[in-house]
């Protein structure tokens, strides 16, 4: 019988599987790592520049690495509705545009996030090991002489190689071994599998 303490002081082992999945797929994101590095070395060495030239000057001695005097003329005399002003704010808008979006969308990954229902235990598997796996998997299969792996975001394709004449049946028993093992390895995202089978004369 279980008491209302019992069911109150019960962890929702729901919440805990939705917690312990976002945990691994923040763990696991790709993340977008040499734009913002260019990024940051652009910006840096404006930065760097600017600040130069406005030390230079207010000593008295400009560089004049950067062409002031003449961008300040054009300045003062070009309005905002000139032409060659509106396609330098939009190329530039673009190139922000451009860096939101590379910086949201995820990079490709390396890793393939496992579910373990527990948010203090993450677990992955990189790409090359998921090959082993699938691959194994597949070879495991009567009449398989060897197999290929491609891994795709969340697809893959299984290239099999058969000495088999007769071998109508062998993608279906193949493409069932591979769900049997990512089965067991329980991969937080669904995998597409696509299998191919190759006669190769024995």
């Known amino acids: 019988m279980t008491t209302v303490e019992e069911a109150l002081g019960r962890p929702d082992q729901s919440v805990d599987a939705r917690r312990a999945r976002r945990v691994a797929v923040h763990t696991f994101r790709p993340r977008r790592s040499w734009p913002a590095v260019i990024t ?4 840096l060495a404006l930065a760097v520049v600017s600040a ?7 000593a008295g001695n400009p560089l004049r690495l950067i062409p002031v005097g003449s961008a300040a003329g054009y300045a003062a005399t070009t309005t905002w509705s000139a ?6 704010s939009a190329v530039l808008a673009l190139i922000g545009l451009m860096l ?3 910086a949201l969308a995820p990079g490709n990954g390396h890793w393939t996030a496992l579910r373990t229902d527990d948010p203090a235990l993450v677990v992955g598997l990189t790409r090359p090991a998921l090959r082993r796996a699938v691959a194994a998997a597949a070879q495991d299969v009567s009449g398989v002489d060897g197999a290929d792996v491609a891994v795709r975001g969340n697809r893959l394709r299984v290239h099999v190689r058969t000495g088999l004449r007769d071998s109508a049946d062998l993608p279906a028993r193949v493409t069932e071994s591979v769900e049997h093992r990512l089965a067991e390895l329980a991969p937080l995202r669904n995998m597409r599998i696509n299998t191919d089978v190759r006669y190769t004369e024995g």
């Open 40 to 43: 940051g070395i652009v910006v």
């Open 83 to 88: 032409p060659s002003v509106q396609i330098a």
């Open 100 to 102: 939101i979006v590379l």
């Open 52 to 58: 130069a030239e406005v030390i230079a000057a207010l």
